[in-house]
């Protein structure tokens, strides 16, 4: 080999970034490294098997897929070694010089320096072959490529700073030899023992076969004790396996090796179904949602197996996007080896499991709920949001999800979205028909609109709704065990429903001797409302604005021009109530002027109580400093 065919280059910075956090924030958890490493090349042997289905050449003779793991404590050293699919040049510098997932500078942007977060953040990004460098000072990749003549193999070599090295090398074998030097204080993983009780911790059920040296009772050429290589873990696929013979660390430990995710998964499913279908699948809800859950291009899905041969990562189609934060396995026995993305998406077993899969979870999630409800609320804070897109996507269920959703309501406590449906409907006020909501761009506005007071006076539950998603899911849900749902800011107040006959009347006589101080506000907001109204929705407000029953709120309205849609101007009208003493004091106005710049302040008010941004927000600080100045005189 000759030296010009050695060449250096850098890491890209988010790796660099990476790798600085990972050594400093994962140093309590180092030992993790090893996990990771035979997670990887666990992964490259279902690869390679994959691949051979086609192309049997690429076994190159041995079809007995193991890993390797051996150490030397002089030299201060543990190699992890496979014989899966490999790397070629190009793969080496794409896998261990960059990051290729989606969002990483936005996940890196999230981290504050606090080791604590931080940690847990990298957990949730997944931690992968950089977490060598936890215990390493230097690293040594040596790997080829099945298929890929013997000279054509690659060494990598980094010191895990700013740059690697890399070279052509000769491997006989295929797929690759990871040599990590380890750093002074960490030999302590250069040891039999360690290793051993490692690898029966965090790798105990990965399909293959994981190997560590063992003395026996003969000596080798030199006169040393000889060693043979024993397999360390059971090597038999977690899931194949029956429920009784797995505890709940295995099943842990396994989501661990599965979803790359540092935390312990909330719950599982594990079912064997045989009959018109036959699959085993194992499915994991995360206690903690993804650093991408709200990227488009995040990879989400199921590991995909074929009589118990990986077909792919990320396989879609078992699940909807409602429910992208489940993770797991699915094992088909119907399926065909050569199955691709393209026919997943026609297949109808496909959708048949798909149905199935959907079920178990909303199934699992129902039960939780009823039975585990601290544990549910957990699960709330964490997908609740994903979960309200439920409706939309997934018509059949529409009833079965919103039975899962919940809000936090006028009646409950803070902004923790705790109360259910059915909670809302069995303390309904007598006569009640409708559920009633109110969205916000944020708790504290919802809860503070000038629209709720009517309810609160009447002991009316109202849902409060400031996720973005919200508007959008109830448009889609529409109704709950038969009642419809009502936005409390749009429409006329309905009092047929809610009040007595004494109210109704009230109201008639308010309109009435009132109809003079409509008339002048209409003239004055003439162009900027459609409609002054006289209401009783209001107690402690002077006035709101109420918008049409089928026009789009003020909540939606931001946030569709907040991602760049152009929106008509909105109808609305400005209620006012003539039971507060501002609106009493401009009925009794006479000066013309006077009550005019009065009726825009209220109405300038009347926006910002809802949320919104004033057109002329100068203006209107100019015609309030001038009433304030007269008032001071
Ligand atoms: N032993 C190996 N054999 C073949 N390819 C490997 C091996 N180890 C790593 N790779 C390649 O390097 C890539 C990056 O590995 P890394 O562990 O950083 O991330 P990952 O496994 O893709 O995802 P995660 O961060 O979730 O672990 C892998 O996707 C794989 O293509």
């Not at 007595?500 to 003439?526: A, N, Y």
């Not at 501002?582 to 009347?606: C, N, T, Y």
Request: charged content about 30%.
């Amino acid at each position: 080999m000759t030296a010009a065919s050695k060449e250096t280059l850098g890491f890209k910075t988010e790796v660099k970034q990476l790798l600085h956090l990972m050594i400093h924030s994962l140093y309590s958890n180092k030992e993790i490294f090893l996990r990771e490493l035979v997670s990887n090349a666990s992964d490259a042997c279902d690869k390679l098997r994959f691949e051979a289905l086609k192309n049997d050449a690429l076994y190159e003779g041995n079809g007995d897929l193991a890993v390797h793991i051996d150490f030397d404590a002089e030299a201060r050293t543990v190699t992890i070694e496979d014989n899966g699919i490999g790397m070629n040049r190009d793969d080496v510098v794409n896998h261990l010089g960059t990051i290729a997932k989606s969002g990483t500078a936005e996940f890196l942007s999230q981290l504050s320096g606090d080791q604590a977060k931080d940690s847990q953040l990298i957990g949730q990004f997944g931690v992968g072959f950089y977490s060598a460098f936890i215990v390493a000072d230097k690293v040594t990749v040596e790997t080829r490529r099945a298929g890929d003549a013997a000279d054509s193999a690659t060494r990598w070599e980094s010191a895990g700073e700013g740059d690697f090295t890399l070279e052509s090398i000769d491997k006989a074998e295929r797929g690759t030899r990871i040599t990590l030097h380890l750093k002074d204080g960490e030999e302590e993983f250069a040891d039999n023992f360690r290793l051993r009780s490692l690898i029966k911790k965090y790798s105990d059920h990965i399909a293959v076969p994981v190997y560590l040296p063992q003395e026996v009772d003969a000596e080798d050429d030199d006169g040393d004790k000889k060693k043979v290589p024993e397999a360390v873990n059971e090597a038999k696929a977690l899931w194949t396996c029956a429920k009784s013979e797995l505890s709940d660390d295995d099943y842990k430990e396994f989501y661990k090796h599965v979803s790359h995710d540092w935390n312990e998964p909330l719950t599982w499913m594990h079912n064997r179904v045989e009959g018109k279908l036959d699959y085993t699948s194992l499915l994991y809800i995360p206690s903690k949602a993804p650093f991408d859950m709200w990227n488009r291009e995040a990879t989400r899905g199921l590991k995909l197996y074929v009589q118990r041969v990986f077909i792919m990562d990320d396989a879609e189609q078992f699940l909807p996007m409602y429910l992208r934060f489940v993770k797991g396995v699915l094992d088909s026995n119907d399926l065909s080896l050569n199955v691709s993305r393209e026919i997943l998406q026609q297949d109808k077993q496909v959708d048949s499991m798909r149905s199935a899969l959907i079920k178990r979870v909303l199934d699992t999630l129902t039960k939780m709920a009823k039975n585990e409800p601290e544990q549910y609320q957990n699960f709330w804070n964490e997908f609740g949001e994903v979960v309200k897109e439920g409706p939309a996507e997934d018509f059949a269920n529409k009833e079965k999800i919103a039975k899962l959703f919940r809000f936090a309501t006028t009646q409950s406590d803070g902004e923790t979205q705790s109360v259910a449906l059915e909670d809302y409907l069995a303390r309904m006020r007598e006569g009640q028909k409708k559920i009633y909501y109110i969205t916000g761009d944020n708790h504290a506005a919802a809860s503070s609109s000038p629209h709720l007071e009517y309810f609160k006076n009447k002991g009316i539950e109202v849902l409060l709704l400031t996720d973005r998603v919200d508007e959008w899911m109830v448009s889609h849900l529409n109704e709950f065990d038969g009642k419809v749902f009502q936005d409390v800011t749009k429409g006329e107040l309905d009092l047929d429903e809610l009040a007595d006959e004494t109210e109704k009347s009230q109201q008639k006589e308010l309109e009435e001797s009132h109809k003079d101080l409509v008339e002048r506000l209409q003239k004055v907001l003439e162009g900027q409302v459609k409609e002054v109204r006289v209401t009783s929705r209001l107690t402690d407000s002077p006035a709101c604005l109420v918008v049409g029953q089928y026009d789009m709120g003020g909540h939606m309205r931001r946030l569709m021009e907040a991602a760049g849609q152009q929106m008509p101007e909105a109808e609305v009208s400005l209620e006012v109530n003539p039971g507060h003493p501002l609106i009493a004091r401009l009925d009794q106005e006479q000066d013309e002027d006077r009550f005019s710049e009065l009726a825009q302040v209220i109405h300038a008010q009347a926006q910002l109580a809802e949320g919104s941004q004033l057109k002329q927000p100068a203006e209107y600080v100019a015609k309030l400093n001038k009433l304030l100045l007269e008032l001071m005189k």
